[in-house]
């Protein structure tokens, strides 16, 4: 059967290379190099789906050896359970927003749509093939290739000169990161061997000290492409530089490959570690979760809206992921397995309701060629079936039963009641019931900012005239999404399903005891429950004589326009306020009068919050790094001699120094 | 045999030292890389069976470096008129004296510890670690951007000794990059020295130090 | 199963007809305490039967979302209160404290939504603070329900019965009141009585209502006060084991009403708070579920 699987790999790899390689080839007709890099993708993206499941579902890891691409640096895949995981959910997104991005891309056609397809078939090959190799070096290859791939993609409107900037600080960052990567793979390794058996062997021996070093470097690592708060700044940047459907994968699934290289690193190849290692992981969930929810409740740019909350949602699924390692090192594996898996879950399910999102923004974008929803509006009459889909990615990432937000966060609330329930000490039974409000807090305010994303784009009047003259998107996008509105529905439905295989992917993992399968869980009766009343309800309600009569919004007497409704920084200005000791708002009103003070024709109000995090902790950071290199400049005169000079006398030290 | 040709090898390499004339240097150079072409073409043939690797190697080096790269350093030359050197930034005399004993410091103090290390007998070593770092000294001291060029093909050619002194070459994927490298190298140097020529009318790298920020 | 059924339903039956007794009998108790005669307890019913009976009027600006809102809500409550296990501990479908807490967040996500569709200021207002009161509420009632999970071992709310009946309960009941009080709108959170004040939260939302779908959405809001304080019961008052159904659904009624008048009775003695005092006083709730969570954890 392994035969099979490696010509689907085979197949898959062709199929993404072709997609990159076809359209430079044809770049001459542009509706022709966009459809030869869309549909391999697609094909591409069902064949790893199906390896995925397969690596998934199956006990047995599959091995391949596809050769060596280096003396003694094999290309080894390994699909175990964990990178099956990976692997599907990476496929599927990316065939997805491969399909939709036959209608999207259509709005580039003046760009070189060549070069979109084969930087976007490159990164998605790279990040399939990230998750599924079994050797460091590799994995750092194509974790780089994935990272410069996406570098181009982001950059793909160049012209801008905020595109430019995003992408110059998304690089930074995450080369900044791969370094703290590098580190730990080489601490890790001390130098022999690269491939993740050997360093899982090679790390039973090392001392606590090493590994927690370890532990530090690759969360800083993995953390900064994750977007974890303080490490985040990138984020909100650059995902809304991209075209919405690149968004869509960066933020479905791109972020995930930094949570599985968490998973390998810390959890599968340290094993269990000291509790605070889990404590630290937790936290910083629990902060970013915050941080991240509070700041995209201020946007009112779609999708950076949209990112920030990409910061919020991967720190719950490092709550799940802090909660199993706090278990795994207490060595109570069953509950560690079913944290990780509720982990594992939320991202799924971030994976799945983020991309609907990105790609409904991209809708939005597509009709009215605007990002702003405080140009937005009235869209639910003029896009209904987008509406839809968005709507359920908004109720999906709200946490509202029955859609498979809730069903993760509920697995989540109940790895971490369980770390209150297990009675280890005081400290860690308040902890975990404070992670719940923290979660809690997390779930109200993203409630609080899809009501306002939503609220305010799609519903009431259009609040200019690029919303006023927007239509439905082509079909091929609302086709593109509708599976994972289907999917945000169903995984809500039957939680229970995928929770039990991931508790085989997670058992991979954290060895233990066989796993009870979780018992058949509430979502489904509970759905059934509020379908059957809300269906009663509807019969009672349309009831002869219970026909709507239309007439005008009631505004005190004047007939009410579009000026006259609630904005989105007016939604906000509550949050803002109370939470005004994290987001430091800035008020300025000035009025303009001619008469007197009570007769103003003209007043400007401006209110802008604070990124606390850039100005108490990177700035700080960058001027004493300028305030550094000042002083560090006199040894750079700008002779070449003397550069040569250093190198020479380097030279001469270190052969004395090897004597 | 290898002993006479490893003698060139260093001389031409202290003799730069002394050279004011950048014609004289690339002559010098084109006799170095013959030297060594010969030691290559010599090992090749004195083992008990001919070695094909060694032999490209040294036909390699006698293409590239006595034939190839000379001649488009020396028309670059021609082209830019220079035959004299810009102002040293160490003068001659010390320059050489140096060269000495940086000789001197290979043979006496690191290479009898390094041999034994590496268990390797020939005298190749040390000649070949000394033509690195009077490679290395003949850039630092020179302002030229045209006898730095100079100065990194005679740091690989110390390097190309140490490979063949110690274990009989480098693999020859490895070889046939530097080569590429080096040609290149020569290609990007004789554009630039053109270019700065034009823009500040010397080839004075010390002019290029203005340009920093 | 057809029993649980059975019994599930009934349970809906006696809230949806419980609710405005309750909230008839906290309005009267509310007028005795301001000295006024005040309405009967039945009038509530009368307004819901008067709501029904009349035709919708809805804006143009509006699409499905505004006719769904009502069903949401109501059903949302509904299935809420049809989860709290009240006159019988035994095994039900399902109940789970979290899809409880979790069912109120999607009557108030729809909730706002229809404040923000007319396009009206009003609506819009009352939406943002709503969700702002959110944000203080949720973490505090989870914070003080999961201080009872603690002592309970489990989020099934049929082992949750009687969980906070211990002192250290006594502070979670005090902060899950304050909780209470904010979801349902009352002083000094909100004022259920005004209408076109700009102190308005819930009220605002439902402005643009009228006829069947404002009916549902009041008798929505009557449902949502009557099973937050049975769940109130529930937790902190459990019932006697072992007594028939008549007499249990008498002791509920007799239960949930007591705590209503000292609903009644706070709002009476108490003035509005404006609105962005509220976090002094959620934190004030947060403090007592704090205190009752860590005097569980560490005992």
Known sequence: MAGLQEKLLFIALILYLSGAVLPLMFRRSTSMSLLLGCCPGVAAGALGLALGLWGMLYPDPLVINLGYILPGVELGILIDRLAGFFLATISMIAALASLYSIGYMKMYVKENLAWWSFCYNLFVLSMSLVVIVNNTVVFLIFWELMTLASYFLVTFEYRHQQVRKAGFGYIVMTHLGTVFIISAFFILSGGGDWGFADLAARSESLSATTKSLVFACALIGFGTKAGVVPLHLWLPSAHPAAPSNVSAVMSGVMLKTAIYGMIRVIIDLLGPGPAWWGGLVLAVGIVSAIVGVLYALMEHDLKRLLAFHSVENIGIILMGLGAGMIFYSWSMPVPAAIAVAAGLFHVLNHAIFKSLLFLGAGSVYYATRTRDIEELGGLIHKMPQTAVLFLVGAVSISAIPPFNGFASEYQIYQSLLALSLAKVSGFWSAAGVLACAALALTGALAAACFVKAFGVSFLARPRSQKAAGASEAPPVMRIGMAPLAVLCLALGLIPQVVMNSLLGVAAQIVPGPDLPPLPGAFNLSLALLLAVIIAALAGLANLPGGRARRTETWGCGIVTDASMEYTAASFSQPVRRVYRFILQPKREVSTDYSLLPYFNYRMHFEERIKSVIRDFLYKPLREFTIALSKKWRCIQCGNINLYLGYIFVTLIILLVWVR | ?213 | MTVNILSVLGQMAFLLLMAPLVNGVIKKAKALTQCRRGPGILQSYFDIVKFLRRDPVVSVQTSWITLLTPLVCLGAYLAAGSIIPLWDHRGIVFGDLIAFTYLFALARFFLGLAGLEPGSAFGGMGASREMMIATLVEPVMVLGLFGLVLTAGSTDLGALAGAGWNPAGALSFIGLMIVTVAETGRIPVDNPDTHLELTMVHEAMLLEYAGRQLGFLHWAAMLKQLVLLALLVHLFWPQPTGIPVAAALGLIAAKVTALGLGLALTESVLAKMRLFRLPELMAGGAAFCLLAVLSNSIM
């Open chain 2, 1 to 213: 045999m290898t002993e006479v040709l490893a003698f060139v090898f260093l001389m031409a390499g202290l003799l730069m030292l002394s050279g004011r004339i950048v014609v004289k240097n690339i002559t010098l150079l084109a006799i170095q890389s013959a030297a060594l072409s010969g030691i290559a073409f010599y090992l090749g043939f004195a083992g008990s069976e001919i070695s094909w690797h060694m032999m490209f190697m040294g036909g390699l080096t006698l293409a590239v470096k006595v034939i190839v790269l000379p001649m488009l350093l020396y028309r670059t030359a021609i082209r830019v008129v220079v035959y004299r050197e810009v102002p040293l930034s160490i003068g001659m005399g010390p320059s050489l004296l140096i060269g000495v004993l940086l000789v001197a410091l290979t043979y006496v103090y690191i290479v009898p510890v390094l041999l034994i290390e590496i268990h390797s007998q020939t005298m190749l070593f040390p000649v070949a670690l000394s033509t690195v770092l009077l490679g290395c000294f003949f850039m630092v001291s020179r302002r030229s951007a045209f006898n730095q060029i100079i100065g990194i093909i005679e740091m690989e050619n110390g390097l190309f000794l140490c490979a063949l002194a110690v274990t009989g070459g480098m693999p020859l994927i490895i070889e046939l990059g530097i080569f590429f490298d080096l040609l290149v190298g020569a290609i990007v140097m004789g554009i630039m020295t053109h270019k700065i020529r034009g823009t500040f009318d010397t080839l004075d790298t010390k002019e290029l130090s203005r340009l920093k920020g």
